[in-house]
Structures are given as C-alpha cells and as structure tokens.
C-alpha cells in the first residue's frame, strides 16, 4: 500500500476515488451514529441549561369535551355543555378559543358572555389562559322539532385553537440545573461515591486479574477449563450475577449471612447491600468481581508473549521467583497494565446496570450515572438529569484526552 | 526475612496458612452441601497448623502415611470436639465426620508439596520463594474458584427451593431428588405462565439480527479505515472510540423521548434499531484491528488482476478473517443477549419482552424468589454453552473487544 | 344544507362504530393468574363492543415513574388501573382525563357507589373511577395472646404489652415492621401508625407542621416494633412469610393475605406445620383494622381503593365503555381477580342496589385451591374487615388536601427520616424537625 513512488499526478485521481470509495462505505455507519448519539447528545446539552421537568416536554394543550345534557326526545330542554381545560397545571396558554357546528334540530337559548353565535356557527373566545384553568360552558338548548336523538354533538368536532410556548424551544435559559446539583450537599457525596467506585473498583480488578493471570500462566491438565470457568462472571447477563450476589447476601434469608451467623463470626445479620458504608464496598466488590476476568485475560495474553528464555536465564543466574516476577515481567506487563487501567477506569465510571440492580442508588452508592436516572426519571427533572449527564461526559473528554495522549500511542490502540 | 527463611519456621508458617485456609474452605463447603453449620476457628487452625507444618519438616512420611496419620489426628481431635473446625449448635456427626476426613487429608497433601525442599536449616531463597509460592497458587486456585462458583452455585440450587425452605435453612444447597418433578416447579411455570420460552426467542432473534445487521455496517467501514487513505482518517477512528464510550445512560433519556413520540417504543423493531448502534463501533474498532493485520500484498495481487474494491473485500479479505468475524460476532451476540437497561426502559409488553427484561419483571412482585433464580439460569445457561462450545473464538473476541465494559 | 348536515353527521356516527379502537390497558395486577383474568375480561368486553384491548402489566413501584414519563412522550396508555395515591396528583397534572371519568361515573349512577367514591373527588367530579378497596389489617396470633392473657393489639399499649409478652427471637419475634424506605408497603404502614395517633401532615391549607408530642409518640412506637422485628430491609414479604412460619406474633398486612393464610396458595403457603395446605394458621388468628393510639383514643383504620383512571391520550368514548363494561357486566370478573383484598366499590346498580356486594360474597379465593371466604374465617372477622372500607382514612381525605398528602408520600421523605430514627442515626426531636423539613420541601 505504500506506494510512494507512484507519481504525484496519478495518485491524486486514484486518492479521490479511494477516499470516495471510503466515505461510502463509511456512510452508512457514519448516518446512524449521527442519528442515535450525536443527536441525543446535543438534545442532552440543550435540555441541561432549561429548567424543564419531565413533564414539560409536552406543551400545554386544550382541552375540550362537548355533550348535551337532558336532551332525548323533540322538546326536551336541556344544555350544550363544554368543558374546557388548560393540560399544564402551571403553564399559560394564548389566544384561546374555539368554533363548533350547531347541530340540526338544536335551539340555543341565551349565549354565554365568551360566546357568539353567527348562522349555525358557535364561537366561543377566552383570551389568554393560566395554567390549571377549567371552564364549563353550559349553553341553555331545547329540541327542536327534527331533535334526532342519534345525532352526537360528538361527531362534528369543534375546531379549538390556543398557542402556547414550550419550554424546549423557547429563549429561557437557565444555569439552575447545574447550580442545583452543584449545590446540593449530596454532589459531593454522589461524587464520592463514584471516585470510590471507579477507583477502587478498576485497581482492584486488575490486581485480581494478574493474580489469577499469574495463576494461569503455566500449562496444566484443566488449565483450559479453569480459565473458562474464570471468565463466567464477565460473560454472564448482569441482570441474573446481580441477582444471585442480592439473593446470596440477603440478610434476612441469603447465605452468607446464615454461614456468618452459624459461624460466629456476624453476631447478627449484616444488611450488605443496604447500609453505609458497606453498600458502597459491596457494588465495588461486585464490580471487582466481575471484571477482574477481563484484565485476567488481556494480561494473560500478554504475559504468554513474554519469551521463555528471558526467565530462564534468570533461572541460571539465581533470581529467586519474586525477583523474576519484578524484574522481569512486571516491567513487560506495565503498558498493558496502564492501558487497562485508564480504559477499565473509564468504563467503571460509566457503569449503570449494576449499582442500578444491586441497590437502585440508596444507601450512599449513587454514583454519576446513576444519578442522571434518578433526576430525570425518578424526581422527574430532566434538566437536572441533563446537567449531570454534561458533566460525566466533560469528565470523559478529560480521560479520553489522557487516553489518546498517553497511551494509545503506545500501544498502538 | 532470613528469620522467616529458617527452615522450620518457613514450613510452620506455610502449615498454618494452609490450615486456615482449609479449615475456611471445607466448614463453607460442607455446610454449602450439608447445610450444617461448621465454625473453623483461627486459634486452633494456626497452632495445630503451625505444628504440623513444622513436624512434618522433621519427621518426612510418604505420602500415604502422611495422611493416615493426619486423618487420625483429625479424628481423635473430633472426638475431643476441639480442632481447627468446631463443630456448631446443631450439626451432625456425619458433616463433622466428613469435615474432618478433607481437611486433615487436604493438609498432609497440601503441606507435604508445599513444603518439599524445605531443609530443616536454613533455606536460601529460592526455596523459600518456591514455597511461598506453591502455597500462593494452591490457595489462588480455592479462592478463585470459590468466588467465581458460590454465585453460580447459589442462582442454580435457589432456583430448585421454594421460598419456604430457603428461609428454613439458607444453607441447605442440597437437592431432595424425591420431590421429583416439583423440583422444576419453577422452571415449569416460567415456561407455561410467565412465557419464557417466547422471551428465549425474542433474546434469541433480537441478538442474532443484532449480530447480522451490526456485521453489515462495520465490515465496511472498518476495512475504509483500515485500509483505504482519506482525510480524516485519524479523526474518524477516535471518533469511534470516543463514541464507543459514551454511557448508554446519557442517551436512554432522549431515545425514550425519541422513541415514544415515533412510535419505535415497545416494539422489537425499535430494539433492533438501537441495539446495533451500540454494538457497531466496538465492531468496527474490532475489525479494523484485524484488517490492519491482514498481509496487504495479497489485496494488492488482487487489484492487479483487475478486480474492483469491493470485489477485493469480498473474495480476498473476508474469507481471510473468516475467524475474526466469528469472535465479532459471538462478542456482539454476548452484547446483545446481556442488555439490560435498553430493554428494561423501552418494553412494557410482555409479549416483546427480552429475557433480561422478562427476568427484571420477576423482581419486583410477588413472584417467588425461586422463579427469579430460575429465570436467571435460563438466562445464563445458552450464553454459557455458547461461551464453552467456541471458548477460542470468544476469547479472542474479549480480548480485542474489551474496551468495552 | 340540513340534509347534507345530517347525513355527514350520520356518515361520521356510522364510520366511528365501524372503527374499532385497540385500547391499552396498565395494569399493577401483574401475577400470571390475575393477568389471565384481567384479559378475559378483556375479550368479552372485546366481543360485546368490536375494541381490542391489550393488557399491559406494571410494576407497582415503578408505574409514577413510568406514567410520568409517558405523559410527557405523549404516549400514555388508555386507561391505567391505580391506587388512590396517584389519583389527585396525577388529575392536577393533566395526566387524566376527570371529565371523562365523572361522566363514566354519572352514567353509572353515582348513587350505586359506597362513600369511598367521595376520595377521589375533584373540582366538578371525580380523578377516576374507583373500583375496589381493602383496608390495612393488623394480622396477631389470637392463641398466644389467649394464653398470656392479652387484650386484642388494637392499641399502641396493648401491641407493647404484647411485645413484651412474646417477643422472643429468634423463635418469635414481636413484630415483623416495614423498614424498606422505597417500598410502599412502608408508606402505608407508616400512615396507618400515624392516623392511629391523630397526626396528620397535611390541615386545610397544605402540608402542616407535626404536633411534635404526638408524633413522638409515633416515632417511639415504631422504634419499639422495628426494635422487635428481625434485622434487614423488612417490607411485605418477610413479615408474610415469618407469620407464616410461626416466628412473628403480630404483622400489618393487606386482606391479601387472608387466601395464602388459609393454605390456598402453593407459592406462599403457611409453614408453621408440615402441611402448607392447612388452614390452621388461619385458626389461630385474629384481626383488627382500628387502631389506636394515646393521643387518639378513638383510633383509625387505613384503607386503599384503586381505580380506573382515564388518561388525557385515550381514545376517550372507548375507554369509557371499556371502564363501564368492567363496572357492569364485567365487574365480577374484576373483584374475582383477588376478592379477599377486592371489596366492592359499586354495591349494585339501578335494578338492585347490592347487586355487586351480593356477588362479591359468592366470589372463591385462593389459587391452587379455592373456597369462597365465608368458609375459611367466622363472619364477625369479614364483617369486621369489610366495614372498616367504610371508616377508612387517608391523609388529606377530610382536609381536602389528598393530592399533597399524596406528594408528600409517593416522595418517600418520611419513610427515610423514620429509618433513620429506627436506626438511632437521629434523636427524637431532630427527627420532627427533620419531617417536618422534609415534608415541607416537597411541594
């Protein structure tokens, strides 16, 4: 491919076809990422710096039922009733007002004030609404000779018009979203919470790892079987491992406390996932647990490339295996080892499936990410959920800089 | 340290770690099997540990002897009651029993290969090292396995109790084979009532097109970017990585709002949608790796004989990473089958449900926690066998696509 | 042009019964078995009237969130069947239609209702359509309490007494308390203690501050009865299932329990002898709805009613023959999803005013074997459960304040300040203070 004596003339056409050729085989991806991440992410940063609840995505409306009432036979006098309401209890709605059809056989009596009546059309206008308005329109009617009782009011729909503006759209902004997270006292503990994760959480995966990579690292009848079985918790649905760790460390019916207990080691049941600041260690136990199979097996790979000789002169010159171990392939693990760490560390702050399953976030383990869930869908202010997710993926631009900086060069990633 | 190396002293420390460890390891298994309770005591394990390890260094015994002798040991101490495992308030004779006969046999072997080229004097530091070591592996095998196994373990035996008897004994893992075809209650009714054998499929044809469609997208790009020159090369492959690390989190709250307002939610058509695009960039990172590897001089043999690009790529590059595509594809389908948050906040229909959604709508009501186990072992079980049947590929496939978490 | 008018007119009417509507349909029932009869339902109402209805299952805890969220997709199902907590808050949040759901209740006849259906009143009508209640029991082992003498747990002072009496772990515990904060069950138990003593959180203006001496008296009763309860995060199911082994002495739970009490339900049988069909258990217990406590002498009763709420995105007319059908023709298949928790709301209709009670009575309860109430407990005991629907009360009920009571308790704060209390994270006074805070920051 590297051809660089082609010259210079030839090659800028064939470049052109190729780096066409490139776009279109790229388009497609490049089309749908666009449309699933680019796209949320910008409505993300727009929706951060709006004070929009949940419920506010969905503009104010108005809304109108008609029936008639006590109207059954020819000379009935009953009503035409309207009931009119503003959707949003705390937003206005503009200009409101709406027209409907007097059906045939209906005679109106004395209008109300907000209504006229012009040949058989009625229109009725209220101006402009606050939010939690109701209004009922009971417009006098009799039955007229040709009353048709199975006629409905219902079946020509009244035309109703209202403007309102959306919060989504309109010019407010706000920085109360991110001043409100900031400010709360429990920032700092969510934020706690997540270095304590993710940190301790990485380090000791990869410690595990190259533990039992070192473990592995020779060949033996059952070698293969035993690194499967090492990398079940990884493979497994989460869903189901967070199951199984809840029910096993149930304090009331699980396991572990019943052996804790019988043992004498508890003198009463431990409530692992549900208090402070056990909850905390035991997801970043979890997380540990079900990761240290992916940096078993990258530092395995790696340390089967170590070539055999080196340790064996080390064996001629009396390095005792201590000394192998840190002399020789500590030194051969370390880009491997940066590399996992910075990448393991970025993927444990993003982690939501877990702590989400193993205790929805209470008991001081809510992390950044679940905080975004438990703003926006739980206390319903996806402002402030919006903001949250803007400062994970600022913290995420920050690694991903230190990651293309430093490492990835390195390792050719 | 050249205290420690002491002959006797190395081999009365390893003595005792080794029956710390056994006593720990066989009182949790034997009550994981028996559901007695065993409490292996500390005290004891470090002094007859110690002890042993070190008489052992003294007088050498074959192997056999070794351990007729520990296990008589093991026995008069039962008798006596005390010992490196005691005995709790309610267990029986047979568990102690049976107890007694692993660890003591488990520690004359464990210590006698440990402790092999220990001298009575001082040991220079190889040996002591060797030892050290002998016992760190012997120990990171039974630490290792037991972690890993005892969740397994514990989804797969719940899922055949009922509630009464988990809270009977929490203990008790053993199976009542006389209950026969009760045993599957839970099993049963997953299958007849909670439709479990609909969600198998769904997981299984959600996760299969995931695959397929995930293959279309990236085997193109990924070759762009391995092997063809454009501006922006460099840009578009960080761009991917970076992407590839967005948190699923941030973007489930505009999709939900997306989805609902097109139609797309509840409906497995907009799963199919979704799912790939979190599949596809960890796909293509893993493919353009590959690509990269692959010899460029048989592609370019290819171009001389006039073959066009794609042409190339079909004939020459594909079936040459034919076991690349087999790992991206099982990496994929593991993705795929395993998601949880996607599933869970865009299905509300039980008749589209994935098996991690159908598994999280048994957690929450009065179901049994029993049938809950059972959901997660049918969950588990075909991702196992896939795993174990193509564990090269899927290794492989881990290991090139674990930037991944 | 009349002519013209009329027969578009009669062209619309026509093409709108020709358009049969595929309604959805949340519902918190979510067991296999009550799906079952839930869809039934379903599709005679389908066959009487051309619409489709899909049952969709929710989960309990999760269907705020979820309604919430559908609401502001636009994408709210038809109609939702929903405790009484969601029912003011969700109407003031435009989530249901109440003008669609008076008119329902008009059409049946607001006379055929019980005093029940006055919970849920809005400004001109009604959230939505009650369908049925219960109300929160005090289930206590009558034997034991014979045998030492003790009076029936109707009192704060009488469950100490009896605690004092019985509490013996880990064989018996006194009580089994809800210490679960995100789960309603400690919601509701929390609120029954409450009334028990006359506290309310809510007086005709909106939330109000806690009368500190009697909301002491609260917080120290429910620390005794956490203090007598086993360790963890207790909610519905350990107290179910350590009454059923034997262990507890006195529990507050649901009239749901009363089939599984019996022995007639194989997932949660009774284990206090060796056969889970008995209904001895059922034998040696007794019940009481009214509680009391010493700043309230006469005492109270907890009740919840659900009920079928209309939403703003339904296809309204056929949402509202959906809920009249279920009120009407398939009423009794509502009740016998579960009649022991399921009282009827509607006691008949225009031709016999107790129509429905009469046939509630008929219904069977239990699952794996079934027995029509009446042969399980004496009639005094159903008597005494069923009239408490009548008496019972919610926060904000009487001061008019239900939809912010509601708030206050969807939003958790007082089960977590009562947690920590329980726990001895806070003192006595702190603790008011800190509900009094929380319950005020909710607004």
């Not at chain 1, 503009?94 to 004395?110: H, W």
């Not at chain 3, 407990?377 to 629907?389: P, R, T």
């Not at chain 3, 239900?402 to 009562?418: F, G, P, Y």
Request: negative net charge.
């Amino acid at each position: 491919m590297s051809d660089i004596s082609t010259p210079p003339t030839g090659r800028g056409a064939l470049a052109k076809g190729e780096a066409r050729l490139a776009w279109g085989l790229l388009f497609p991806t490049i089309t749908i990422v666009a449309a699933v991440v680019v796209l949320p992410l910008l409505a993300i940063f727009w929706i951060s710096v709006k004070p929009v609840q949940l419920s506010d995505l969905r503009a104010p409306e108005l809304v109108l039922r008609e029936d008639l009432r006590r109207m059954n036979v020819a000379g009935d006098e009953g009503s035409w009733r309207f009931r009119l309401r503003n959707s949003s209890p705390d937003r206005q709605l503009r200009g409101v007002s709406f027209t409907d059809v007097v059906p045939p056989g209906i005679v109106l009596g004395d209008l109300p004030e907000a209504c006229a009546l012009d040949a058989s059309v009625l229109t009725c206008t209220f101006g402009d609404v606050d939010g939690g308005w109701r209004e009922t329109l009971e417009i006098p009617a009799t039955a007229a000779a040709d009353f048709d009782p199975e006629v409905s009011v219902r079946d020509t729909a009244p035309d109703t018009t209202a403007r309102s503006s959306s919060v989504l759209t309109d010019g407010t902004f706000t920085l109360a979203n991110f001043s409100r997270i900031f400010d709360a006292g429990e920032f700092w503990d969510v934020l706690y919470a997540t270095l304590f994760y993710t940190i301790v959480g990485t380090v000791g995966a990869i410690v595990m790892g190259l533990f039992a990579a070192l473990l592995l690292d020779k060949s033996f009848r059952g070698q293969g079987i035993l690194r499967g079985l090492y990398l079940f918790p990884y493979v497994a649905p989460v869903i189901a491992v967070a199951f199984a760790w809840i029910i096993l460390f149930d304090p009331f019916s699980g396991s572990a406390n019943a052996l804790l207990l019988r043992m004498g080691v508890a003198g009463e049941a431990i409530n692992f996932f549900g208090e402070r600041p056990l909850a905390l260690i035991m997801v970043t136990v979890f997380e540990i647990w079900r990761y240290f199979p992916l940096s078993f097996l990258f530092i395995l790979a790696r340390m089967q490339s170590i070539p055999q000789d080196m340790y064996e002169a080390a064996d001629i010159d009396g390095a005792s295996p201590f000394q192998q171990f840190a002399w020789i392939s500590l030194p051969q693990l370390l880009g491997i080892l940066s590399v996992l760490f910075l990448l393991r560390f970025i993927w444990t702050f993003n982690k939501f499936d877990d702590i989400f399953l193993l205790t929805g976030g209470n008991a001081g383990t809510r992390t950044l990410t679940v905080n975004v869930y438990e703003q926006a869908f739980a206390i319903s202010n996806i402002g402030a959920g919006a903001a949250v997710a803007v400062v994970i993926f600022a913290c995420l631009l920050g690694f991903s800089f230190f990651f293309f900086r430093y490492i990835s060069q390195e390792e050719g990633l | 340290m050249s205290f420690l190396r002491n002959g006797p002293v190395a081999a009365a420390m390893l003595g005792a770690a080794w029956m710390v460890t056994l006593a720990i390891t066989v009182a949790v298994g034997v009550a994981f099997v028996t559901g007695e309770a065993l409490r292996p005591s500390v005290l004891w394990s470090l002094l007859l540990g110690a002890m042993l390890g070190a008489g052992l260094l003294f007088v050498r015994l074959p192997v056999a002897v070794a351990v007729a002798v520990a296990v008589v040991i093991g026995a008069v101490l039962m008798v006596i009651g005390i010992g490196p495992i005691l005995a709790g308030d309610d267990a029986g004779i047979a568990a102690q029993a049976l107890a007694a006969l692993f660890l003591w046999a488990g520690f004359a072997i464990a210590v006698l290969k440990t402790n092999d080229g220990l001298a009575q004097g001082s040991a220079d530091r190889y040996t002591f090292e060797t030892s050290c070591i002998r016992f760190l592996t012997g120990f990171g095998y039974i630490f290792f396995t037991a972690i890993v196994a005892i969740p397994f373990w514990v989804m797969l035996m719940t899922s055949f109790k009922s509630r009464a008897e988990q809270v009977a004994n929490p203990l008790d893992f053993g199976i009542d084979f006389s209950k026969g075809r009760e045993l599957f209650r839970s099993y049963e009714e997953l299958f007849t009532q909670f439709d479990f054998g609909l969600y198998l499929a769904n997981s299984f044809l959600i996760s299969v097109i995931t695959v397929i469609v995930t293959l279309l997208f990236a085997i193109p790009g990924a070759y762009a970017v391995a092997r063809l020159r454009f501006s922006g090369q460099a840009a578009f492959s960080r761009g991917i990585l970076l992407i590839y690390m967005v948190p699923m989190i941030v973007l489930a709250l505009p999709i939900y709002i997306a989805f609902s307002v097109t139609g797309l939610r509840n409906s497995i058509f907009g799963i199919l949608l979704i799912y790939p695009v979190t599949t596809i960039p960890v796909a293509l990172y893993m493919l353009q790796g590959y690509f990269r590897g692959l010899p460029a001089e048989v592609e370019e043999a290819g171009l001389m004989d006039g073959l066009s690009r794609l042409k190339v790529i079909w004939k020459i590059t594909l079936p040459l990473s034919l076991p690349a595509l087999a790992s991206v594809s099982l990496y994929v389908f593991m993705i795929a089958w395993n998601e949880f948050l996607l599933a869970f906040m865009l299905l509300d229909d039980p008749s589209k449900f994935t098996l991690t959604r159908g598994i999280a709508a048994l957690n929450s009501s009065e179901i049994p926690r029993q049938h809950l186990m059972a959901g997660s072992v049918i969950a588990t079980v075909p991702i196992m066998a896939l795993f174990l049947g193509l564990e090269r590929f899927m290794t492989k496939g881990l290991t090139a696509g674990s930037v991944k978490g | 042009m009349k002519t013209l008018l009329t027969t578009t007119s009669a062209l619309v009417l026509t093409a709108s019964l020709a358009s049969a509507e595929n309604l959805r349909f949340w519902t918190t029932e979510e067991q296999p078995e009550r799906l079952a009869r839930q869809e039934a339902m379903a599709e005679a109402f389908a066959a009487a009237t051309g619409h489709s209805v899909e049952v969709i299952p929710v989960t309990e805890s999760d269907l705020g969130t979820r309604a919430t969220a559908a609401f502001a997709a636009g994408d709210l199902p038809d109609v939702i069947y929903h405790t009484l907590q969601y029912a003011l808050p969700w109407a003031e949040a435009g989530i249901l239609d109440t003008d669609a759901a008076t008119d329902v209740v008009e059409n049946l006849g607001g006379d055929t209702f019980s005093g029940a259906l006055e919970l849920a009143a809005v400004d001109g009508g009604y959230a939505s359509v009650p369908v049925d209640g219960w109300t929160q029991m005090i289930v206590y082992r009558k034997d034991l309490f014979e045998a030492n003498g003790l009076e029936a747990p109707t009192s704060y002072d009488n469950v100490r007494a009896a605690l004092a009496a019985l509490h013996n772990p880990p064989e018996m515990y006194g009580f089994v308390a809800a210490t679960k904060v995100d789960e309603n069950f400690m919601s509701q138990v929390l609120e029954h203690v409450f009334l028990a003593n006359g506290v309310s959180i809510v007086d005709g203006d909106g939330v109000a501050a806690l009368d500190e001496a009697a909301t002491l008296e609260v917080l120290d009763f429910y620390k005794d009865i956490a203090d007598a309860s086993p360790e963890g995060e207790l909610y519905w199911d350990q107290s179910r299932t350590l009454y059923f082994s034997g262990n507890a002495a006195m529990i507050i739970w649901s009239p749901f329990i009363l089939d599984e009490l019996a022995g007639l339900r194989d997932s949660a049988p009774p284990t206090i002898t060796d056969d889970p069909t008995s209904s001895e258990l059922a034998g040696k217990t007794g019940i009481v709805t009214t509680f009391a406590g010493p700043s309230n002498p006469d005492g109270a009763a907890w009740g919840d009613i659900r009920y079928f709420g209309i939403t703003s995105d339904a296809s309204t007319d056929a949402a509202m023959e959906f809920v009249e059908f279920s009120m009407s023709e398939g009423y009794g298949e509502t009740l016998a999803i579960a009649p022991e928790g399921k009282f009827p709301v509607r006691r008949g209709n225009a031709d016999n005013p107790t129509e429905y009670t009469d046939l509630w009575a008929t219904l069977d309860v239990g699952i794996d074997r079934r027995a029509p109430l009446g042969d399980l407990y004496e009639a005094s005991v159903i008597a005494d459960i069923v009239g408490g629907l009548d008496v019972a009360q919610r926060w904000g009920v009487t001061e008019g304040q239900l939809a912010t009571a509601s708030k206050v308790i969807n939003s958790q704060v007082i089960n977590r300040v009562v947690r920590q209390y329980i726990d001895g994270e806070i003192e006595g006074a702190a603790a008011v203070t800190a509900l009094n805070e929380a319950i005020a920051s909710v607004q």
